[in-house]
């Protein structure tokens, strides 16, 4: 497993998208600070530009510099920090405002971003050793088609797919939660 660990790092410090097991479906990951990189994902995909993509970290302090102005009140400040203790890492994503540091390339028009720990052994070891302990990342699937599992295509367009072991993957999204200047909304 180490040369694979080897061979994903150095795809993707090479701007090259690699896909992976998450612990809900299979992830479409690469560096978050690479225009190009994140075009390759689109494209991949035949993915709208409308439609963001999230930030994977290995831990909050990880993520938290990509969070504009999230703790408004303090019922959204101590909801947010109990969240996050409870469900990371975990099949959790939170849409945050956000911050200068989200760069502009990554989802143009968007004023959010949403940021998510995956419980994935291998998937934390390899955040760990990127640049920032963050990717950009989308379900390895076809614009419109299921997200269960990558199709054919797209499998044949990615430099590297790692299989998941049996019962690694939920095949279910996360769950998605909005934090905003006046609610917090369930959105999935």
């Not at 990509?66 to 996050?84: D, E, H, V, W």
């Not at 409870?86 to 949403?114: D, H, M, Q, R, Y």
């Not at 299921?146 to 790692?162: G, M, N, T």
Request: hydrophobic share 40%.
């Amino acid at each position: 497993m180490k040369e694979k660990f080897d061979e994903c790092l150095k795809l993707i410090l090479n701007n090259e998208p690699i896909i992976l097991p998450t612990d809900t479906v299979y992830g479409l990951v690469c560096r978050y600070d690479s225009k190009i990189a994140v075009e390759k994902i689109y494209k991949l995909k035949g993915r709208d530009r409308k439609k963001p993509l999230i930030l994977l970290g290995y831990d909050w302090k990880a993520l938290k510099k990509f969070a504009g102005a999230y703790c408004n009140t303090p019922l959204q400040s101590t909801t947010l920090r109990k969240m996050i203790k409870k469900e990371w890492p975990g099949a959790f994503t939170i849409i945050l405002p956000a911050s200068k540091k989200v760069p502009k390339f990554l989802n143009k028009g968007f004023k959010t971003i949403g940021l998510r720990v995956p419980d994935n052994k291998f998937l934390l070891s390899l955040l760990k050793k990127c640049p920032g302990q963050v990717l950009a990342s989308t379900s390895a699937n076809l614009s419109g088609q299921s997200p269960k599992f990558p199709q054919k295509e797209i499998l044949k367009k990615i430099s590297l797919f790692i299989k998941a072991k049996k019962g690694e993957l939920s095949l279910k999204p996360s769950q998605i939660i909005e934090f905003n200047k006046k609610r917090i909304t369930v959105i999935r």
